[in-house]
Structure formats: C-alpha cells, structure tokens
Nanobody
Framework: QVQLVESGGGLVQTGGSLRLSCTAS????????MNWYHQAPGKQRELVAV???????DYADSVKGRFTISRDNAKKMSFLQMNSLRPEDTGVYYC???????????????WGQGTQVTVSS
C-alpha cells in the first residue's frame, strides 16, 4: 500500500528555518509531480510549492525567495526547505504527489497526514 509520510515540522522562532521531508512508501512504479500545501488555522489548504519529475519548480508568491522545494527521485522523496519563517507560515503542511503504484499501475494522487509547523513571534 502506498503512503506519503511527512516529517520535519516543529516549533521555531520568527526568522528561523525548518526542512520538511516527504517519502512515498510502498512499492511504486513512478512518482510524478510532488507538491507541498499549507493549511493555516481556520483557513483553506493552499498550494505553496510544486516540483515536477524533471526538477522544474513553482512557488506561491508568499513563499518565493524563502522556501525551496527539491526531490530525490531514487529515494521517492521531496523536501521543503523553509527559511526566514514568519508567524503566518504557521499551520499544517501536507505533501501531495502523483504516484503510480506497482500493484495496479494506475496513477492517482496521494496525500500525507500532515506535519505541524509553528512559528512564534
């Protein structure tokens, strides 16, 4: 069974840094585009960073210049390096990816369980 598992969240002061990781566990044929979403308290989930299989990236305006998304295709992982963190970056961060699992070869989207990031002022 395929799962996305995030790690790396925590509590940090304004201006600090965190690095989130997302791993696609299970037997998979391919992991395509990988995304990171942010859900602030009481707000809708928003896309903050995208990376395709070839390494092309895109970012929400609110995180450009502060966050960097990367991936390791061999390890089926993506990373979100978050620098210059602000209190408004507080919330749950979710990993999302297009995955082709080995057992049926059908591409579908998967979500991780989320990891909490809290930025204190």
């Amino acid at each position: 069974q395929v799962q996305l598992v995030e790690s790396g969240g925590g509590l940090v002061q304004t201006g600090g840094s965190l690095r989130l990781s997302c791993t696609a566990s299970g037997i998979v044929l391919s992991v395509g585009t990988m995304n990171w979403y942010h859900q602030a308290p009481g707000k809708q989930r928003e896309l903050v960073a995208v990376i395709d299989r070839e390494g092309g990236t895109d970012y929400a305006d609110s995180v450009k210049g502060r966050f960097t998304i990367s991936r390791d295709n061999a390890k089926k992982m993506s990373f979100l390096q978050m620098n210059s963190l602000r209190p408004e970056d507080t919330g749950v961060y979710y990993c999302n990816a297009d995955v082709i699992p080995y057992h049926d070869g059908r591409a579908r989207q998967y979500w991780g369980q989320g990891t909490q990031v809290t930025v204190s002022s």
